[in-house]
């Protein structure tokens, strides 16, 4: 079997699978990270989103083989050292979260919006989050925790640019 | 948060201080067990007990326990699905026994056969749980306070608490942790045992953030698949095309050798495959051969449905006495799937005459005895342990049980275990649903414009119920009744809140093959609906505004504050853009009250919500916060179904496979806001979780009618057939 060599949340990892195994089942059953979920399968719901290369992407969609090489990034691998994320932080200060199966894909659709798109409209949030779906309906507090997000990375950045 | 309605209804129910038995349970630190939800004749209120046998022979009880370290433990019968009971029993804990929220942990109870009821749904939970909580951690306090005044040898009288301490004037203080022990052995409390009066609350009513939100968003919560039960198998089952079809021959050669895979097992309900991974599991599960016979629904499709449904309707009554006119109304609801985000999932381990399943369960004593009979274990059930694990999302699916008894099958047969996991196909072809429904109202109308009769006749498919009611109907009959059928929840549940004369509402029951569920406010999610929107079409026959003629029908006070509400905070009747419209509704049920109103923009054709604004009255407000999210949430659930969510049946099967056709509301179809106005008439502890529901999908479908002229009578609204 062939080894897949690929960064993991900042560590280098290697994991000997079928090639064609998609992401999502060596990220779970393999390498025991059960932050992205499984809601779906193909595409449509958004439970397992993550980073591939710092760009969100369906781990449930890619194979592992395709990943060799690049960087994946989880919920887990959110926080670092100086702890949480503006958006976790912004996600906990407008009590998103119900029953939070959904989260961790909507959290990382959300990081990944900011990082290409700092300070998005509603309209733009509209377009970037509606492939997460959210069966208890926190769509509201989702916007608002963006909003508040971009606010909290807008005055974490300043003083450096300054 | 919340305005204060004055006094002058009945008494509140629900959150006053009524005794609840409570008992010091013989433990090394102190534990307190409390009666769970039905109160005591004030005579027989017991002084606490330590006799073991008494305890044993207890049905029903919670525990609030301190340990040395000083944290409180809290355990509860009840399952974490969303709806933050677990923020709202610490809230209350916390309060009584003045210490952090941080300082409590809620555990869920193993399935037990001394829980009466351990079902979490039907809007029960802090209705019947708040009282005894507040009871038993009321108790600890009062005992932890003793065993201080015990050790500095003072009044108990003259000791304090606050943050987890016990206080002396003198500056002297003691941790909970510190006097653990000496607690559990103190066996008359020297101070008062009653809970606070909520007068006195300084958390209780606070909005509060949910405790585990860090948990949640740094993806470390575990729900069932998550667990790290050593050995456990990825298992998915290849089901049929049908609803309930069975499998009349297999070949799986093909599959046992692919790679992965440890085992294949037939069901009644399919072919089961473990293997070591998910992804290899499904993998072969898609190289089985099975020949299936079709399920017993498999002559009917959407048209037969509804004309059975329609059939079931029957003749028009006659209309009551000085009748001039009688307006008709007809609606057709869908079949629902509940869609939770985390489909049907379980971990089993079966080993020799033992069973131990992990699951995000709605009823875990139901689910004990389901497994325990699959494996012919019907006479004792005690072999099964049950560990309800948080689940992403029940809305009433999580009542049935059909995973955990398939992965104790599973586990049973491959010796060893296996983590069961539905594929998002499975969870809405082979779901219980929602049912169908048809309705005809009846509203007659006589001079001047009086209103003399309203007659409801429902044609829904018979819920199924085999979990019982659990203690909502102990709250809406007074008393248990297990043999409850659909026909007599109806009857307990719906009711007209109007003055419309000859009121009558009757259930026709349909027997169809096709799995049904209780669903978020269950009957009223179809009955109440249509009522509220037929009460518009009626403003509209009698050229009446549809507040102003609620208002001089409704009955109940609280309903009228909270429409008021909704009128003041929306603006109603404000002047808006040709194809932008308002729409109110409201309701009560579950000891609350609710008004909502709707803005909607049909101006490009597809209904658009703009802003929803819900005030309700759920007495006192545990959580403000926790109430909020609840009801945006159903309201969102209210939007999708009324507008682009339900199922199709097409011989026997379900036609829906996920999210790509079940159309679920997506961030791009949410309002731009939700405002949730809280009125508070009194103390009593209201149900939420259902609430929600029924008065937002009517406002909605008001807001359309008013927008478009059309009165909508068929859901979803944007189905091609509708
Ligand atoms: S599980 Fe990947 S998008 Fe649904
Ligand atoms: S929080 Fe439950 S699905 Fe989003």
Redesign the pocket.
Known sequence: MPAHQFILNGQPVSVESPSDLPLLWVLRDVLGVTGPKYGCGVGVCG?CTSHLDGEAFRPCLHPVGEVAGHEVKTIEGLADAAGLHPVQQAWIAED????????PG?IMAAVALLRRNPQPSDADIDAAMSDN??????YVRIRSAIHRAALLLRSAAGPQRR | MADLLPEDAAPPSGFDRRKFLTWLVASPTLMVAARCGLDLPSAQAAEPTTDPAALEETPLNLYVAVRTDGRVVATLPRTEM?QGITTAVTMLVAEELDTGLDAVDVCTADADPRWLIQLTGLSSTMRYLAGPLRAAAAEARARLVTAAAHRWRVLALTLTTTQGEVRAPDGRRLGYGELAEDAAHVLLPEVSPLPKSPGEYTVVGQPTGRVDARDIVTGAVRFTLDLDIPGAMPTVVARPPTLRGTVLSFNASTARAMPGVVGVVQLSSGVAVAARTFAQAFAARDALQVTWAPGPASHLSDADIRTRLRDAIGPRPLPPLLTTRVVEGRFDFPYLAHA???TQSCVARVTGDVAEVWSGVQDPKFARNQVAAALGWALTPQRVTVHPIRA??GFGRRFFTEAAVEAALISRSLGQPVKLMWSRNDEMRHGHYRPASHHRILASLGPGGSILGWQHRAAIPTVEFPHGFGDLLTSLAGQVLPEVTSALFFTLTQHVPYQFGWVAQELAEVPLPIPTASFRSVFTSQVGVANEIFVDQLARELQRDPVELRRSRLTSRRLKAVLDRVVLEGAWGRTLPPGVAQGVAVLEEWDSAIAHLVEVDVTSGTPRVLRVIIAADVGLPINPKGVEAQLQ?AAMDAMSTTLSAGLHIDAGAVREGSFADYRWLRMKHAPASIQVHLVRSDNRVGGVGELGYPSAAAALANAIARATGTMPTRFPILDEGA
């Open positions: 439970a998103v979260a119900q029953c939070g199966f959904c989260q909507q779906v959210c069966r208890c309906g926190t | 969303g939770p985000m985390e992403g999302g949430g």
